[in-house]
């Protein structure tokens, strides 16, 4: 599975931001897909999930509310939907891929994207 994520930029505090990462390759429908964030100088951290159907989600507790994770199989892309931007959300994103469910750990995914960096100023 190849994954390429975007919509990440320089936007000031308080806006939104839809980040998307699109798949191609094997089947997208049969994996469960998750995002990540990496801020600098810090390790890469779990922000949310959506099953391969879309029925279930979970989040962090750091994003709830804030954060809204969905998918279009139609279209092989999962979403990640920012709500009132933080300058503590600054960080590069990541989407991935996984097989298992309710997992928040790196090890647990196994195809990643490359990341887009979402820069928010205050």
């Known amino acids: 599975v190849q994954l390429q994520a975007s919509g990440g930029g320089l936007v000031q505090a308080g806006v939104s931001l839809r980040l998307s990462c699109a798949a191609s390759g094997r089947t997208f429908t049969r994996y469960n897909m998750g995002w990540f964030r990496q801020a600098p100088g810090k390790e890469r951290e779990f922000v949310a999930a959506i099953r391969w159907s879309g029925g279930s989600t979970y989040y962090a507790d750091s994003v709830k509310g804030r954060f809204t994770i969905s998918r279009d199989n139609a279209k092989n892309t999962v979403y990640l939907q920012i709500y009132s931007l933080k300058p503590e959300d600054t960080a590069v994103y990541y989407c991935?891929?996984?097989?298992?469910?309710?997992?928040?750990?790196?090890?647990?995914?196994?195809?990643w994207g490359q990341g887009t960096q979402v820069t928010v100023s205050s």
């Open positions: 991935a891929v996984t097989t298992g469910w309710g997992s928040r750990a790196v090890y647990e995914y196994d195809y």
